[in-house]
């Protein structure tokens, strides 16, 4: 029973006035300590004997050790807000990890006057960020599915693992909307259309929080469009672009996910960095959209206003500017807040009310998640980690479904599907290293190079195993050729003696994704221009040279430039960082027992350099008008997919063709597999505004939906557009539906639009909010 001294203990009250009852109790230092955390894992320097693998897993860590020697007695000597990757810093079974969290736990506890337990946190980008955990798709390839539902049921899984060992909150999903593909975090986001983000995103959240995880959007807001693509690097962005490209994804995974928690960005815009910018996280936040969880920092990005940004001082004064900017929680350690805000506080320089408006927000969400009860203990939070399988069979079902819909079969070219005969050479430095598979935040990738004696802690096939697997009959050689990284090419002959001999080559090339500079892709690993990585491209250089038929297959975390081979090779394939269970199914495309469905969240440039920029282009971006001598033009563009059947879509059927500002039409098309073959197609809908008092895309995507269809079936698919789907950022930033034509263009990819149409809006312009329509219905028909 609640101790009736200590009301916020009766769960039968709601959460905010337990919340209140509790802040009422606390004395000013209490209540500071509810911001803070401690990372009592980030002592990690000095752990091997090879300063090769002493990576660092967060931005500037080892500046930051220091801190990680403060005893958590010390730091949680007033309580503590949370409590950071338990599970996630060094390889522990979840039984050894649960005792720790214990162990921790009881700690804050024997510290805390008022028994209020820590909140604990971990990364789940790619799965549950832990030893032995399954590792899925990188997020960009869940963009390649073109399937939130998809998504939904994977966030689930990774909910219910980090649920049942004490877990309460996640860092994910990240929502920035991709910007120039040079950025090393391409892989992490969801791809470069804020309406894919925004509902696969969505997706996850609802996924999540259903487990009773805290989802955590970030990095909010502006992160991905840094000036050069460098990480943390300045974004020179006007409000405009803002509101119309990067805010929807957060927006909408708040308004219609149901997201609880906010991470603030590393990175400035126009000058304000976003740690401490009170109109993006207070005024646009929780004054226009309504938001009520709480904002996270990124790590350490509060002391990063004073030592990167140089907008303060020192970590105090940082504390004191990201507070009254709005952020509730300093991650990953407590640095610019705890006595820092404390003494300014008394000094008279903070008001006491922004620690009550901060420590408010953190103690209601604790009472949601039942932190507060009475029968709350550390034994009971992690009662289920002697039981969970965190790689459990139907967690790498899920794993394999993703990864088989998230390969692009960019060209099927001569030689694809492969047969089961005859003699294969498989090539590339991506053919036997399962590391590629898998993202920057993956734990074998991510903790595991500090600890190369734990190997994986996971079974991941090969895909060189993975092919001899699915192809028994075929006589099938290897070479690696080269490494991803560096100038060696001692590996060339034996690769092209194999491409030779063979009837058929397949190289497989790419990306192994790392951490400041430890590898291809990923955070802090951003590249100069979009070639392949090392000797890679001069590898297929010489495999196509052989005369033998090549299929190139690219395993990698961005997009990078075919247009060398395009023409070349006899076969093109994409796959996104495809998870423990890539082998299989790249295996699977490839030998055609499964049918691939994926389509591109980026384009896949021709060149190099120069490249355009992502799809969402004016007229004078997408379009040459004789006036350059670069190209607009991709190679592939943003949502194109092939598959080993064909489809048509046509039909367009259009409900009105004049609507009023504030109503809604209905666009209906046919969609037919005019194959041989079952599959799947991702029927896509398009607008464009002809004409707008600022420069609009000249095609942007509204809609989309996946289609299962036997082979010479056909499905009517309907979108119901409301007219708020036209809206944009007008001259004076505020939000408009204006009156004019829409034109409507549906099909398969940005540069297959067969069906088209025109919708006049009619009536008055009309200025919209947050309670505008932000997502497109679909249905299917039988």
């Known amino acids: 029973m609640p101790d009736p001294t200590r009301p916020w203990q009766d769960a039968s009250l709601p959460p905010t006035a337990r919340a209140d009852a509790l802040l009422a109790a606390m004395t000013l230092k209490e209540k500071v300590a509810q911001l803070g955390s401690r990372w009592v894992g980030n002592d990690m320097s000095g752990q091997s004997e090879n300063p090769e693998t002493e990576i660092n897993v967060a931005p500037m860590q080892d500046v930051f050790e220091a801190s990680g020697r403060v005893p958590l007695g010390d730091a949680a000597r007033h309580g503590l807000g949370q409590l950071t990757r338990v599970y996630g810093s060094k390889p522990l079974t979840a039984v050894e990890g649960a005792a720790e969290v214990v162990r921790q736990h009881k700690v804050v506890l024997e510290h805390s006057r008022l028994g209020v337990p820590a909140l604990v946190h971990e990364e789940c980008l790619t799965g549950f960020t832990t030893y032995g955990a399954t590792v899925y798709p990188a997020a960009i390839a869940w963009g390649a599915t073109f399937d939130p539902e998809l998504v939904e049921r994977m966030a689930a899984a990774i909910g219910r693992d980090m649920a049942a060992v004490g877990v309460h909150q996640g860092l994910s999903p990240v929502l920035d909307v991709v910007r120039d593909y040079r950025w090393g975090r391409v892989e992490e986001t969801i791809g470069e259309d804020p309406y894919l983000v925004a509902t696969v995103g969505s997706a996850y959240v609802r996924g999540l929080q259903s487990a009773g995880v805290i989802a955590t959007l970030k990095h909010f807001a502006g992160y991905s469009a840094s000036r050069g693509a460098r990480n943390h690097g300045p974004v020179p962005m006007g409000r405009r672009e803002l509101m119309d490209v990067i805010m929807p994804t957060f927006e909408t995974a708040i308004a219609k996910g149901g997201a609880r928690s906010v991470m603030s960005a590393y990175n400035d815009i126009d000058g304000v960095p976003t740690s401490g910018d009170s109109w993006l996280l207070t005024d646009l936040l929780r004054g226009e959209w309504g938001f009520t969880g709480t904002v996270v920092s990124d790590y350490w990005s509060v002391p990063f206003l004073a030592m990167a940004h140089k907008v303060t001082e020192d970590f105090g004064a940082a504390g004191a500017l990201a507070l009254t900017a709005g952020v509730d929680v300093e ?452």
């Open 331 to 782: 991650l990953p350690d407590t640095l610019g807040y705890g006595d820092n805000l404390t003494e300014r506080v008394r000094r008279g320089e903070v008001d006491e009310a922004l620690v009550d408006r901060a420590a408010h927000r953190v103690l209601t969400q604790k009472a949601e998640l039942g932190l507060l009860d009475a029968d709350w203990t550390p034994e009971r939070s992690v009662i289920n980690a002697a039981d969970v399988d965190l790689d459990a069979p139907a967690n790498r079902e899920i794993a394999r479904e993703l990864a088989e819909r998230s390969i692009v079969l960019l060209e099927q070219g001569s030689h694809l599907p492969l047969r089961d005969t005859g003699r294969i050479a498989v090539v590339g430095p991506c053919a036997a290293d399962p590391r590629t598979f898998m993202g920057c935040y993956a734990f074998p990738n991510h903790v595991l190079p500090r600890y190369p004696e734990h190997g994986m802690g996971i079974d991941v096939p090969t895909v060189l195993d993975s092919v001899r697997k699915e192809l028994p009959q075929a006589d099938i050689s290897y070479a690696a050729g080269s490494q991803i990284t560096g100038d060696d090419r001692s590996g060339f002959a034996e690769a092209v003696t194999n491409a030779r001999e063979a009837d058929v080559c397949v190289a497989f090339v790419g990306d192994l994704a790392g951490l400041f500079g430890h590898g291809t892709s990923g955070e802090g690993c951003d590249a100069t221009d979009l070639r392949l990585p090392g000797v890679q491209e001069d590898l297929l250089d010489a495999l196509l040279e052989t005369g033998t038929p090549v299929i190139v297959v690219v395993v990698s975390g961005r997009p990078y430039a075919l247009g060398h081979v395009h023409g070349r090779a006899a076969g093109l394939v994409q796959a996104f960082m495809p998870g423990e269970e890539g082998g299989s199914a790249l295996a699977g495309v490839l030998g055609g027992r499964v049918q691939p469905s994926g389509k591109l969240p980026v384009q896949i440039p021709h060149d190099a350099g120069g490249q355009p920029g992502t799809y969402l282009q004016p007229p004078l971006g997408a379009e040459d008008h004789g006036i350059t001598s670069l190209s607009a033009a991709p190679l592939f563009p943003f949502g194109h997919g092939l598959s080993y059947t064909s489809f048509a879509v046509e039909d367009l059927r259009l409900s009105d063709k004049e609507v009023p500002t504030d109503g809604e039409f209905a666009v209906t098309v046919r969609v037919t597999n005019t194959g041989d073959r079952d599959g799947h197609e991702v029927v896509q809908l398009y607008l464009r505004d002809p004409v707008a008092q600022v420069t609009r895309p000249v095609r942007q995507l509204i809609g989309f939906a996946r289609v299962a269809l036997a082979a010479g079936r056909s499905r009517d698919v309907t979108f119901r557009v409301h007219a708020d789907r036209t809206a944009f950022t007008g001259r004076d930033l505020t939000r408009i539906v204006e009156p004019g034509d829409i034109d409507v263009l549906a099909g398969t990819s940005a540069g297959d639009l067969p069906c088209r149409g025109t919708v006049r809006l009619t009536g008055p312009l009309r200025t919209v909010g947050h309670d505008r329509q932000l997502v497109t219905p679909v249905e299917i028909g039988e």
